[in-house]
């Protein structure tokens, strides 16, 4: 167990937490929405620090991230738990564990039990041992994934505080949940942001994923201008939020941000609890192209399916190919120092 820093202590040994949106009101023995932050005697503790559920050398186009230190490797960690419920995770068997757990633990009144619990999922990962990988394997940055980081926050703060000081970069992959306080104390150390926009629609975050819509635009916002580099992605499900007009307000929302944020549209396949809704198809995805084009964006990729057409980068000037993506494998031709070497077009992004 490790004490939380982003938390409030309140009258009669209760807790806020500070880390997500979700501002969860703790009361003792108890945990927040994510399963995985408890209160014991007034004072708030992260129960994962430490204990990675997975790590993996990934490469960071998986993020997806296509404008960041393309074509090298990320050291990528995650945890048990999420402070979102999507019925349509993929790695719901560890981020959604936690809850089961905790609902069980509080029908058995037991739930004062949840830090031995939790202690049982993963293995020992702490900060030092992570920046030694990296620095062993020559591995640039870090990427804090597979479950939403911003709720093992001190975790994530710790590790990417040390990985600067060696040079090595840091990413959350994330669901855009960070709170203000959480987002301003990483900022020094964070480098990049891949945020899902899941949909534009309130009822979409309230009944698919307990959550809302605009704490996530503003964090939107707050990132891009922290100067944090930031890339978005639209998982699109069909029914659900592949609409014309859905669409359309996802990618003006974007466009009036920054015409030069990176869109991944990726293609949906069934699970976890929509394995009754198709597979997105190239159509759908090709209609969410064209409509974030006449948007304005300027870098937009299709995802989690073979489409090398939309998977490129070219210059928004000259039309030239920069970079030439076919799965993870990467070209890159007519493209030095984050210029276009045909036209001298500057392409935004952080390139070494
Ligand atoms: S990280 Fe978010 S979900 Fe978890 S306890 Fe804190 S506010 Fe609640």
Same mark, same amino acid.
């Given at each position: 167990?490790? *004490? ?16 997500? #949106?979700?501002?969860? =009101?703790? @009361? ?23 204990? @990675? ?11 997806p ?19 979102f419920?999507c019925g349509f995770c993929q ?13 069980? +633990? +509080?029908?058995?009144? #037991? ?36 479950? *939403?980081?911003?709720?093992? +926050? *001190? ?16 990413? =959350?992959?994330?669901n ?6 959480? +987002? ?7 480098? @990049?942001?891949?945020i899902d926009l899941k949909s534009f629609n309130d009822d979409f975050y309230k009944k698919i994923c307990?959550a809302?819509l605009?704490?996530v635009l ?14 978005i992605t639209t998982l699109v499900i069909p029914g659900k939020n592949d609409s014309d007009e859905e669409l359309k307000k996802i990618t003006d929302f974007i466009s ?7 869109w991944h549209v990726t293609a949906f396949h069934p699970d976890y609890k929509m394995t009754d809704v198709p597979s997105t198809t190239y159509e759908t995805l090709n209609k969410a192209f064209t409509i974030g084009k006449k948007s304005?964006l300027?870098?937009l990729y299709v995802g989690n399916i073979l489409d090398?057409?939309h ?23 007519? =493209? *030095? ?14 390139? #070494?």
């Amino acid at each position: 167990m490790h *004490e939380a820093i982003l938390y409030k202590k309140l009258e009669n040994n209760k807790v806020q937490c500070t880390a997500c #949106k979700q501002y969860c =009101f703790i @009361a003792p023995n108890n945990t927040g929405t994510c399963g995985i932050r408890q209160n014991k005697d007034g004072k708030l503790y992260l129960l994962v620090y430490g204990k @990675a559920v997975s790590a993996n050398a990934d490469p960071i186009e998986k993020k997806p991230l296509y404008h960041f230190m393309p074509s090298t490797e990320i050291f990528s960690i995650g945890t048990v738990g999420c402070n979102f419920s999507c019925g349509f995770c993929q790695n719901w068997d560890t981020s959604q564990i936690t809850k089961d757990l905790k609902n069980k +633990l +509080l029908k058995e009144k #037991k739930i004062a039990n949840i830090d031995a619990e939790i202690g049982k999922f993963g293995y020992e990962l702490l900060p030092e041992k992570i920046v030694e990988i990296c620095i062993e394997k020559n591995i640039p940055s870090i990427a804090y994934t597979y479950n *939403e980081p911003s709720i093992f +926050l *001190e975790y994530a703060y710790d590790t990417a505080k040390l990985a600067n000081k060696k040079g090595i970069k840091n990413v =959350f992959v994330t669901n855009g949940y960070e709170s203000e306080e959480a +987002l301003n104390l990483l900022k020094p150390y964070l480098n @990049a942001m891949n945020i899902d926009l899941k949909s534009f629609n309130d009822d979409f975050y309230k009944k698919i994923c307990k959550a809302r819509l605009q704490p996530v635009l503003d964090t939107i916002k707050l990132a891009h201008k922290l100067g944090i580099w930031i890339e978005i992605t639209t998982l699109v499900i069909p029914g659900k939020n592949d609409s014309d007009e859905e669409l359309k307000k996802i990618t003006d929302f974007i466009s009036t941000v920054d015409k030069n944020i990176p869109w991944h549209v990726t293609a949906f396949h069934p699970d976890y609890k929509m394995t009754d809704v198709p597979s997105t198809t190239y159509e759908t995805l090709n209609k969410a192209f064209t409509i974030g084009k006449k948007s304005g964006l300027k870098y937009l990729y299709v995802g989690n399916i073979l489409d090398e057409e939309h998977s490129n980068t070219s210059c928004p000037n000259c039309n030239t190919l920069l970079i030439k993506r076919s799965g993870y494998s990467v070209n890159i031709e007519n =493209f *030095e120092n984050g210029t276009c070497k045909k036209c001298n077009e500057k392409i935004p992004g952080v390139w #070494k």
